[in-house]
């Protein structure tokens, strides 16, 4: 059984504030075990895309920096490009997000090194011997640092129907040809349900949607399964079969995460934030409506407890109305189900603790 240490929300002094509180965590879960002096020392995060506000707030990294830096060791903050055309495609356009987001060496007091290079080309294969990969593609940053700290924005996501931890670990720390391989479904068109626009072929980061006689056609080729398409239709004319692809989709995240921190036994923390729980991955260009209160902030060694405890918290909550939440609002039903009908966010913890990522079993600490 793995601890997991929680940090509520409530505050009436300095000593009880967010920023105080991340600090106490750090110590708390035994994070100063996992940094040693002289460390090059990741700070894995997600900047988000631009047009989101509901990353990880720069103050909040700034903590986990300066508890690095009185450890001996160098932090840095890292994410790797993205799969998609947007405005963290490749390490210049990130950069520029990163600050423009607030992660600017004066407020979050550490460079931000992009992991996978200028264009995503700098990465190394790593063994998992996994159900789908022998080998996974990890960002060549994340390997050369000595230890990592990994900072989640919990929330929802329409493939993983939740993403914490363990998502951060296998998209965040995978180059795009990494991403490419996880996204290897592909989506169909119900052609009596479309109807023309072409947001799908503006959207398609490899051009793989294209219109013929004022109907959408996938070219399957140039597809990597993103879901951008699936998003950008306002008619809901594009589809993944969710009967097939969830399960294994989940799996090749798990085994990728794995990989990202293969090397690194005993080397790694993870914090994950339960604020601003919205219905979608901070790589979207917008914030929705949070489904629940905001919880606290957690804390462990183990990516896969951290992310049952965080996903059993969200789920205790009373869930909003006039969000995207469509079901499921009493305390104790799954809230991500309620968001994403056809996702499965438990089979991510079991699969992921079967290939040997952690524990999904916990005990809560509240500090």
Known sequence: MADVYFAALRARGPHESKIAKIRRLFDAAGFDGAIRPG???????????????????????????????????????TDTATLYAGSRADAVRHTVTAIEHGFAYAV??????????????????????????????????????????VLSHVKGHDLAG???AIKNLAMGCAPPSGKA????G???????RCGGCGKCTTVCP??????????????????????????????????FDWTTEIRPFIERLCEYALGAVRGKPGRVGYINFLLNITPDC?????????????????????PVAIDRASFDLVNSEQGFS??????????????????????????????????????????????
């Open 206 to 239: 490899l051009a793989a949607m294209t219109l013929a006689d004022g109907r959408a056609v996938l070219n399957p080729e140039h597809c990597v399964g993103c879901g951008d398409c699936m998003r950008s239709c306002p008619t809901g004319a594009i589809e």
């Open 108 to 149: 979050a007091g550490a460079p931000v090194i992009i992991a996978d290079g200028l264009t995503g080309g700098y990465w190394r294969e790593v063994a998992v011997g996994g159900k789908h990969f022998e080998r996974v593609r990890i960002a060549g940053s994340i390997l050369d640092a000595d230890s990592m700290i």
């Open 186 to 192: 592909r989506p169909f068109v119900e052609i009596e």
């Open 39 to 77: 460390d090059l020392a990741a700070v894995k995060l997600h900047v988000g895309e631009r047009g989101c506000d509901t990353y990880v707030h720069p103050l909040f990294a700034r903590q986990v920096v300066d508890k690095i830096k009185e450890r001996g060791a160098q932090p840095f903050l």
């Open 322 to 367: 006039r969000t995207l939440l469509a079901g499921n609002f009493a305390p104790g039903e799954d809230k991500f189900k309620g968001i994403w009908d056809y996702t499965d966010g438990r089979y991510q913890f079991a699969y992921a603790a079967g290939i040997g990522l952690g524990e999904e079993t916990y005990r809560l600490i509240e500090v």
């Open 282 to 302: 901070d790589c979207v260009s917008w914030s929705d409506a949070a489904v629940v209160p905001d919880i606290g902030i957690l804390a462990s060694t183990d």
């Open 162 to 164: 939740f993403g914490g």
């Open 181 to 184: 391989e996880q996204h290897a």
